[in-house]
């Protein structure tokens, strides 16, 4: 019930109190491979990700790549590999502590993750996400932002949206 970044950052804060070495986001719309943890944790990373696509028109992973137009939707990668993104969805992540203990906070009210669509004070091209805000903090400070795309996962709304294109849901009465 909290918005995104308050969740987001309040899981943060949980990870550091209870002194425990990751955290991984699962958003409740995104459902993942059983072993998708174990591959994860196994890059020993500070930032990795799986594969999860948008919901909506265009179909396309949720994980972009600056160019000088600014950033454009990674279309095409290779298959069961370890690829480096600018920008990746949190929906399947997973993030070191010492990520979260070295990124200065972001502002006075948020540390980590904040919502920045809405603000009027933004140029639009920094008008993003709490994931995509959090990306950039952590670029910015010096750390690369990694996908597993062997780690493919399913977005689901009115429909599934996956590396096979949208499949409508079948209602079980």
Not at 67 to 95: H, K, M, R
Not at 99 to 104: F, I
Not at 151 to 169: D, N, R, T, V, Y
């Amino acid at each position: 019930g909290m918005p995104f970044d308050h969740a987001r950052n309040t899981a943060c804060q949980k990870l550091l109190e209870l002194q425990w070495e990751y955290l991984f986001f699962l958003d409740d719309d995104v459902g993942c491979p059983p072993d998708t943890i174990i591959k994860l944790l196994r890059h020993r990373l500070p930032i990795v990700s799986g594969v999860y696509y948008r919901r909506n028109l265009p179909l396309t992973p949720v994980m972009l790549k600056n160019s000088p137009n600014g950033p454009q939707w990674i279309t095409e990668y290779p298959q069961n590999s370890l690829i480096e993104v600018d920008f990746v969805g949190a929906g399947c992540l997973l993030i070191q502590r010492q990520v979260l203990e070295s990124l200065p906070p972001l502002s006075n009210r948020c540390r980590w993750f904040q919502w920045q669509c809405d603000r009027t004070d933004l140029p639009s091209l920094d008008k993003t996400s709490e994931d995509f805000t959090f990306m950039t903090h952590a670029r910015n400070h010096g750390y690369k932002i990694m996908v597993d795309t062997s780690i493919q996962c399913s977005h689901i709304g009115l429909s599934a949206s996956s590396i096979e294109g949208f499949k409508p849901l079948e209602l079980k009465t």
